[in-house]
T-cell receptor, first 113, second 110 residues
Framework: GAGVSQTPSNKVTEKGKYVELRCDPI?????LYWYRQSLGQGPEFLIY????????DSGLPNDRFFAVRPEGSVSTLKIQRTERGDSAVYLC???????????FGPGTRLTVL | AQRVTQPEKLLSVFKGAPVELKCNYS??????LFWYVQYSRQRLQLLLR??SRESIKGFTADLNKGETSFHLKKPFAQEEDSAMYYC????????????FGTGTRLLVSP
C-alpha cells in the first residue's frame, strides 16, 4: 500500500517568506509526527498529533512554526518569516497509535536563501 | 536530559567482517531503544526495537542498562548493509517521542 507522502520534495524560498509543507499519512493512522533534520544531525522532534489535536508541540522552535491536522489525516507544517537557520529536511511520520512503529515519509528539503 | 550518543560518524569494514555500531544514552527512567536505518535514496525505517528482542537482517542489539548502551551488532557484514544508522530512544509511557543520535554511516567494502 501507499506509504507516507510529503510535498513538495524540495522547496527553495527567500528569507522572510511563508512556506507550507504537507504530509499525507498512511490511511487509518491516527498518530502523526513532524521531525526536522539539519545537516549532519539526527531527526529532532517537532510536534505530535493524535487525531486532529496537537498532543505535544514542545519541539516547535518558536512561534513562527505552526502545524495543523484539521480532519485527522493530512497535516500541514507552516513556517512564517523563514530564516536561513530553518533550512533542513522536514520529516513526517505516522503510526497506527501512540506506541506503534513510526513510518516515515521521504521528507521535504527546505532551503532558505 | 534525554540524549543519545553515537560516537562514530563513519564505520568502514570489509564484507564478512563483524560490525558493531555504538550507541549510548542518558535518560531518567526506563526508556525504549530503537535502531533506525536509511539506505541510499530510501526513507528512514525501523530496523529493530529492544522490546521485540528480534534479529533483523542478521542484526541484534542488547540493552545494557548498567552501561546505558544499546550497541548494534552483526557477525558478518554484507555490502547491502551499507547505510546510515540512527539509534533512538523514547519514554516507555505516553506517545513515542523519539530522540535520535547523530547517526553512523556504515560502509561495507567488497
Amino acid at each position: 500500500g501507499a506509504g507516507v507522502s510529503q510535498t513538495p520534495s524540495n522547496k527553495v524560498t527567500e528569507k522572510g517568506k511563508y512556506v507550507e509543507l504537507r504530509c499525507d499519512p498512511i490511511s487509518g493512522h491516527t498518530a502523526l509526527y513532524w521531525y526536522r533534520q539539519s545537516l549532519g544531525q539526527g531527526p529532532e522532534f517537532l510536534i505530535y498529533f493524535q487525531g486532529t489535536g496537537a498532543a505535544d508541540d514542545s519541539g516547535l522552535p518558536n512561534d513562527r512554526f505552526f502545524a495543523v491536522r484539521p480532519e485527522g489525516s493530512v497535516s500541514t507544517l507552516k513556517i512564517q518569516r523563514t530564516e536561513r537557520g530553518d533550512s533542513a529536511v522536514y520529516l513526517c511520520a505516522s503510526s497506527t497509535n501512540s506506541r506503534g512503529e513510526q513510518f516515515f515519509g521521504p521528507g521535504t528539503r527546505l532551503t532558505v536563501l | 536530559a534525554q540524549r543519545v550518543t553515537q560516537p562514530e560518524k563513519l564505520l568502514s569494514v570489509f564484507k564478512g567482517a563483524p560490525v558493531e555500531l555504538k550507541c549510548n544514552y542518558s535518560y531518567s527512567g526506563s526508556p525504549e531503544l530503537f535502531w533506525y536505518v536509511q539506505y541510499s535514496r530510501q526513507r528512514l525505517q525501523l530496523l529493530l526495537r529492544h522490546i521485540s528482542r528480534e534479529s533483523i537482517k542478521g542484526f541484534t542489539a542488547d540493552l545494557n542498562k548498567g552501561e546505558t548502551s544499546f550497541h548494534l551488532k552483526k557477525p558478518f557484514a554484507q555490502e547491502e548493509d551499507s547505510a546510515m544508522y540512527y539509534c533512538a530512544l523514547s519514554g516507555n509511557t505516553g506517545f513515542q517521542k523519539l530522540v535520535f543520535g547523530t547517526g553512523t554511516r556504515l560502509l561495507v567494502s567488497p
